[in-house]
Every structure is written in C-alpha cells, then in structure tokens.
C-alpha cells in the first residue's frame, strides 16, 4: 500500500509498505482506508526538519515513522476490535500515532467518531479541529458579554473567532501578521489587526484589554508572554498552541499583580467532542465551506504541505483526499 515518508526537511517521498492485517489490531483499534485528512499547524515543524518524538513515546523520533505527521484523518472502517466501529462506517478523529499519510491507518477507536453522512470526507475532517477548539472553550469562563482576543488567526484561530462569537462574546479581536480582512467577517472577527504579537500589545490601552486571551499560535516561547501581558486584570489566557519548547517563561509579576489564570491542555473525551463538533457545523451551515480553501489529491502531499508552510490570507484549511 501506498505511504509517504519525511526523507529531509521539506521532502516527502512515496512508498509501498506493507499492510497491516486485521489479525494484527489490538483491543480497541480499528483499521482505516484512508478517505481524507487535514494539514495541521503542528504538523509543519517536521515537515521543515524539525526533530520530535511522538506523544508518551521516549525511544523513537516520530520523524522515521511511514506516515507521519498527519493526525487529522477520515476513513472508512476495513476492521475492527473496538464496540463502537463497524466495517464500512465512515469515520473522523485521530490518527492515534500520528501517521496519517498512508492508504491504511490504524487508529485507536476511542477517538474516532462516525459523522454525518452528508458531509464530504474533505470537509469531515475539519470536525477534528473544531472538537479541539469546542473542548478548550469549554474549559474557559463563560464568554458571555466578554472582550476575547485571539493570537493567531490561522486555522485553529479563526475557529477559536467563530466559537467564541457564537458563544456570545461581545466583543472578539483577531491578531495576526497576515492580512484575514477577507475572511474575518465570516468567523465573528469584529476587530482585525494586523501585526505581531509585541505590536499589538505594546499600543493596547487599558480600557481596550481583552478579558479573555488566546494563544492559538504556538511554536514560539514570546507569544505567551504577550497574550499574559495584554490580558485585563483578573481575565483568563488560555495556551492551545503547540509548545516545542519545555520552558517558557512569562512574567509571574504580571500574573499576580492582575489576578491572572492561566489555562491549557489536550482535547479529552474525543469521542464526545467529536459528536459536539458534528453538530456544532449541523448547527450552522456554510462555516465548513467558509474553512476549507484547498484540497488536494493524496498523490500531490508534497505541494499540500509547501503551500500549508506559506503564509497566505486567502488559505484556512487544506485537505488531502483519496
């Protein structure tokens, strides 16, 4: 079967690998035909070469894995050993060891969700993302009323806009260096700035604080501080990017003298949000047209991943399809 793997810092190269039979599967797992999958942000440090290891995994460097780094993925059952996945259901979630890109992906069933059949596995698979944006604003105060700024306007950024303007924040601020005043409009972004981080913050007046901070860019060790810097007193920053980093330091001045919370974490209970994010884009029509800008077929990863490693206003989600 077909697989892709990282040869060099921006280079994949086609196989073919072995299949795994279904005799294999261990308890829970469930075995996958690649239908579609998504380009995620964190995805991109090992396209460029970047070294990392795979989640709870010590003693393997994730980069000589076949498949990887894809874990946004949709496919259609072959096999399974978990209760709640049968052969021929279609299905989104996780490719639980990140190796997404190969024409068969064994995934752990406990996160991964069957969906609305009238959505197209391009377009399922942004239900990934959006389960991870629903369970971290579930974790945050209510929005209710609320200033929200979010860092990064990116794919999970304008996701952050959208949910949080759905869930009633009154006021919601988009910061990023690439222009989105196209697209703004139709994720809730009431204010669009454009600049950095440290720009933003260094003009912020004390009226004009937002209650609520997210750091939806991740990759970098400066941009938590700025997202605790610009928080009003006694707000919430909230960390969903990708740390790449053990260490970061924020001021613990700032955190103190305003009365700050600081929050982060995984996505939990990924079948359930799964569900709740299916619904969610149920619940509002167009916002998965508005998301997905780009597909691509399975045989043209490589330029999927080029055009994902640029920035550019006018590409949200890309999608690679069977």
Not at 105 to 115: I, K, S
């Amino acid at each position: 079967m077909w697989s892709y793997r990282l040869v060099a810092p921006y280079t994949f190269e086609k196989s073919d690998v072995l299949p795994r039979s279904p005799e294999s599967l261990g308890d829970g797992q469930v075995l996958l035909r690649f239908l579609a999958a998504g380009i995620c942000g964190s995805d991109l440090p090992a396209f460029r070469g970047v070294k990392g290891r795979l989640p709870f995994d010590t003693g393997r460097q994730a980069a000589d894995k076949d498949g990887f780094p894809i874990h946004e993925i949709v496919g259609e059952v072959l096999a399974s050993r978990h209760p709640s996945h049968r052969r021929g259901d279609r299905v989104v979630g996780w490719a639980s060891g990140f190796d997404g890109l190969m024409e068969e992906v064994v995934a752990d069933g406990d996160g991964l969700l069957a969906y609305t059949e009238s959505l197209s596995p391009a377009h399922a698979v942004a239900l990934q993302p959006l389960a991870c944006v629903l369970y971290a604003v579930e974790q945050l105060p209510d929005l209710s009323g609320r200033h929200v700024a979010v860092l990064g306007q990116g794919s999970i950024g304008l996701l952050f806009s959208y949910v949080a303007k759905e869930r009633g924040a009154a006021q919601v601020t988009g910061v990023d260096p690439v222009d989105r005043d196209a697209v703004a409009s139709s994720f809730g972004v009431d204010t669009v700035v454009r600049a950095t981080s440290d720009r933003w913050v260094s003009h912020l007046t004390p009226d004009a604080r937002p209650d609520i901070v997210v750091e939806a860019v991740g990759h970098q060790v400066a941009t938590l501080g700025h997202a605790v810097e610009a928080c009003a007193f006694g707000g919430t920053v909230f960390y969903f990017g990708v740390p790449d980093d053990d260490s970061y330091p924020i001021s613990m001045r700032t955190m103190l003298r305003n009365n700050l919370t600081l929050k982060s974490g995984v996505t939990m209970e990924r079948r359930r949000m799964l569900g709740e994010a299916d619904a969610f884009a149920g619940q509002h029509p167009g916002l998965l047209d508005h998301y997905l800008t780009h597909t691509f077929p399975a045989d043209d990863v490589q330029a999927a991943f080029e055009l994902a490693s640029r920035p550019a206003p006018g590409r949200i989600k890309i999608a690679i399809v069977a």
